[in-house]
Nanobody
Framework: VQLVESGGGLVQVGGSLRVSCVAS????????MGWYREAPGKERELVAAAFSGGFTTVSDPVKGRFTISRDNAGNTVYLQMNSLQPEDTAVYYCTLKAASVEYWGQGTPVTVSS
């Protein structure tokens, strides 16, 4: 399984970005796709997750600002980030978890400048 992220970059405070992740390879059945982020000097943290049944969840620090979604085919996940703040600066990693195996993308950096 390969995960390829895109859409990160530099944005000003209050701006928006959408990051995308396309999964390819031997994917079948039910699986979860999500986003983690790792800020400098901090531990990697879960940002949002989207389950095959349509259920989604976002973490408290981004609730009301970030939205996660998956396409109809289920192998692409998006993270729409609005009202970005400096504390959202991090490398954002896409993940896919199926049958207790977790895959990671290479990460895409997001920098919010003030």
């Amino acid at each position: 399984v390969q995960l390829v992220e895109s859409g990160g970059g530099l944005v000003q405070v209050g701006g928006s970005l959408r990051v995308s992740c396309v999964a390819s390879g031997d994917i079948s059945g039910l699986f979860v796709m999500g986003w983690y982020r790792e800020a400098p000097g901090k531990e990697r943290e879960l940002v949002a997750a989207a389950f095959s049944g349509g259920f989604t969840t976002v973490s408290d620090p981004v609730k009301g600002r970030f939205t996660i979604s998956r396409d109809n085919a289920g192998n692409t996940v998006y993270l729409q980030m609005n009202s970005l703040q400096p504390e959202d600066t991090a490398v954002y990693y896409c993940t896919l978890k199926a049958a207790s195996v977790e895959y990671w993308g290479q990460g895409t950096p997001v920098t919010v400048s003030s």
